[in-house]
């Protein structure tokens, strides 16, 4: 069964630094994807970048970017230039289908941003 | 705002009652996906709608069943409800048209507090 895992419970950053957060992940198919999707106070799921396995190019979306080390089954989160709003529970999450199915998401980390 | 959307936002029932949720997906999207998220299971996914037709179940307890309907809108019924049950329960949907970006959009989250 495929398993996501997220090391840090807790992390912070200074507002306008940078910080990667963490996730490996357990699997043995060799075509699946990755997501982050952040949670802020409110509780709403937001998707914030998306890495297909078969990609070896890292995905960027801005300010965010991954760091995807198949191999290692790693994939973590790089947000630079971090800003207050960035503050929330980051979950990383597998979905093996490429046609769709379940996410299996990792039990997330809590990023605050310190002013 | 995803464009799924999800009522009620809070519901409060005691024991032994059962409840509803309702689910409407993105225009256009033909899955639907259930997910709990509680403190001590973290986010699990409970079931898959793929139009109109059950596609995949997860650790989906007997007491809860789900549907989704000719308009393409989604049930979560939870019934002989336990203290246990208390937890946000969200709703995404997904087009699954096979094209390899098909991204799962949450709604805002049901939260159930069973008293």
């Known amino acids: 069964a495929q398993t996501v895992t997220q090391s840090q419970p807790e992390m912070s950053v200074q507002e306008a630094e940078t910080v990667t957060l963490s996730c490996t992940y357990d699997?043995?198919?060799?075509?699946?994807?990755l997501f982050w999707y952040k949670q802020p106070p409110s509780r709403q799921m937001i998707l914030v970048i998306r890495?297909?396995?078969?990609?070896?190019q890292n995905a960027t979306e801005n300010r965010f970017s991954v760091n995807f080390q198949k191999a290692a089954k790693s994939f973590s989160l790089k947000i630079s230039d971090s800003q207050l709003g960035d503050a929330a529970m980051y979950f990383c999450?597998?979905?093996?289908?490429?046609?769709?199915?379940?996410?299996?998401f990792g039990q997330g980390t809590e990023l605050s941003v310190k002013p | 705002d995803s464009g799924v959307t999800q009522t009620p936002k809070h519901l409060i029932t005691a024991t032994g009652q059962r409840v509803t949720l309702r689910c409407s997906p993105r225009?256009?999207?033909?899955?639907v996906y259930w997910y709990q998220q509680s403190l001590d299971q973290g986010l699990q996914f409970l079931i898959q709608?793929?139009?109109?037709?059950?596609?995949a179940k997860g650790n989906i307890l007997e007491r809860f069943s789900a549907q989704q309907f000719p308009d393409l809108h989604s049930e979560l019924n939870l019934s002989s409800l336990e203290l246990g049950d208390s937890a946000l329960y969200f709703c995404?949907?997904?087009?699954?048209?096979?094209?390899?970006?098909?991204?799962?959009?949450f709604g805002p989250g049901t939260r159930l507090t069973v008293l």
């Open positions: 995404a949907s997904s087009a699954n048209t096979g094209i390899v970006s098909d991204t799962q959009y």
């Open positions: 699997t043995s198919e060799s075509d699946y994807y």
């Open positions: 890495q297909e396995a078969y990609k070896q």
């Open positions: 999450a597998y979905r093996r289908d490429r046609q769709g199915g379940k996410l299996i």
């Open positions: 225009s256009g999207d033909l899955s």
């Open positions: 709608y793929y139009n109109g037709e059950e596609r």
